[in-house]
């Protein structure tokens, strides 16, 4: 297991991500990064990282858009385009925007197309949960699954997220819909190591 240390992740995942966006988005998308793999959500934490920076260069990811254009919606329902940009900063911009529609109406629903991967649906479950709402937090994906019997993907693991607030703590339930995680599971060849990385907070 290899330690590094929270500040430390932030610092230097925030100067390659500035090559992109402003400083402030640099420092808080870092932060969702780390943040993840401190909570232990090492498969959407800071080993998506590289592959952010990749989608960004390629253009898979407009790293120019970091919130969402309403484009439909009426009282508690509203609908977003997100142009493909930066996934985990519009979340928290939708998830934001929903907590709002429910605090006004009793209830919301938010809906996001166009997005590019927002890294842990369970953060923004649990986000609504400490405000003191349930949520519900669902995506597609791309087809990565085989149904049973057959030998190509036809399917995605759509991950979906509850959460329900509680005094003691919230409890969030952040699931794929397949056994495993797409990024959970490794295939490594003999005599390879794939290490894990942790991050920490504090000495």
């Keep these: 297991m290899i330690y590094v240390q929270y500040d430390e992740a932030v610092r230097e995942m925030a100067k390659g991500l500035t090559r992109f966006m402003g400083e402030e988005d640099a420092k808080h998308f870092a932060e969702i990064f780390a943040g993840n793999s401190l909570d232990g959500i090492y498969s959407h934490g800071m080993n998506r990282y590289p592959r952010y920076i990749s989608d960004m260069e390629s253009g898979l990811c407009d790293p120019k858009v970091t919130k969402a254009e309403k484009v439909g919606g009426f009282g508690a329902l509203e609908v977003y385009d997100a142009h493909f940009g930066v996934g985990p900063l519009i979340a928290e911009q939708m998830t934001a925007r929903a907590i709002e529609l429910a605090k006004a109406h009793g209830i919301a629903c938010v809906a996001l197309r166009n997005n590019s991967h927002w890294l842990r649906a369970g953060r923004y479950g649990l986000t609504m949960a ?3 709402l349930m949520g519900i937090c669902f995506t597609n994906t791309c087809m990565n699954l085989t149904a049973w019997g057959t030998l190509e993907p036809s399917t995605g693991n ?29 295939v ?16």
């Excluded at 703590?169 to 819909?177: E, I, K, Q, Y």
């Excluded at 490594?188 to 000495?203: A, F, L, N, Y």
């Design 130 to 132: 400490d405000a003191g």
């Design 158 to 186: 759509n991950p979906i997220t509850f959460a329900i607030p509680r005094e003691k703590g919230s409890l969030v339930m952040d699931m794929a819909v397949s056994q495993y995680a797409y990024v959970q599971t490794i």
């Design 188 to 203: 490594r060849g003999p005599g390879e190591i794939t290490p894990s990385v942790s991050v920490r907070k504090g000495e």
